[in-house]
């Protein structure tokens, strides 16, 4: 009837990233789950899944176990008490990061940084990030496709390198500081949603670039905007 909190204060680690194919499950529910340090970046992870009602992590993850990358899902409130990197681009087997809740910093004055790559998986934002606390910045090194919601981030800005980037909120914003950060993606995009992109900042404004093809995701049935 009543769930409760798990927190590891040490480093996580496979005890053999090359010969055993680790993987952590946590279930806590309506508790949360915290990481003050690392996970994987010595011995890496085969896969991790945690389910909670906010997931704290204090360090960078990997989950690229040799040649077959395993999937990161996140089900539920991602805080990042530290700046943090997820890696799940293996060395053959390139696999998949999902979050379903929103993703904020534990306070917007912490400034911090976010950074994800999948090589050829799939990033799959489901909620916000940002919107409560925001990021200092957000980064996609490499995925296949990214899915985004609402993103707001600090003066570091946005920058996206995916073959496939899909906007599905309705604001992408860098001006949570009187100086604005730039938006950077490079890849096809795809409109899901009305989308506003702004880099107007109170004082400083910066740059939006985007390389690839932008298109609405249905001409037909989807009339898209985009300011």
Do not use: K, Y
């Amino acid at each position: 009837t009543t769930d409760n909190s798990v927190t590891i204060t040490g480093a996580v680690n496979a005890d053999n990233a090359t010969t055993a194919d680790r993987t952590l499950t946590v279930a806590a529910g309506t508790g949360t789950v915290r990481f003050t340090s690392t996970i994987g970046t010595t011995q890496a992870l085969a896969d991790l899944d945690i389910t909670a009602a906010t997931i704290r992590f204090g360090g960078n993850v990997s989950v690229d176990d040799v040649a077959s990358a395993g999937t990161v899902t996140l089900t539920g409130a991602v805080q990042l008490d530290a700046n943090v990197s997820f890696d799940v681009d293996g060395t053959t087997a390139d696999h998949n990061l999902t979050i379903t809740g929103a993703v904020n910093a534990d306070a917007n004055t912490s400034n911090r940084t976010l950074s994800v790559t999948a090589g050829t998986g799939a990033i799959d934002f489901q909620s916000a990030i940002g919107t409560t606390q925001a990021l200092q910045s957000v980064t996609i090194v490499s995925a296949a496709a990214v899915d985004f919601q609402i993103v707001d981030t600090r003066d570091g800005g946005i920058s996206v390198t995916a073959t496939a980037i899909n906007l599905e909120g309705a604001t992408i914003s860098t001006i949570d500081t009187a100086t604005a950060g730039a938006v950077s993606l490079t890849g096809a995009v795809q409109l899901r949603n009305n989308v506003s992109i702004s880099t107007d900042a109170a004082t400083t404004d910066n740059s939006v670039t985007i390389t690839g093809a932008v298109n609405a995701d249905n001409a037909t049935t989807a009339d898209r905007t985009l300011t």
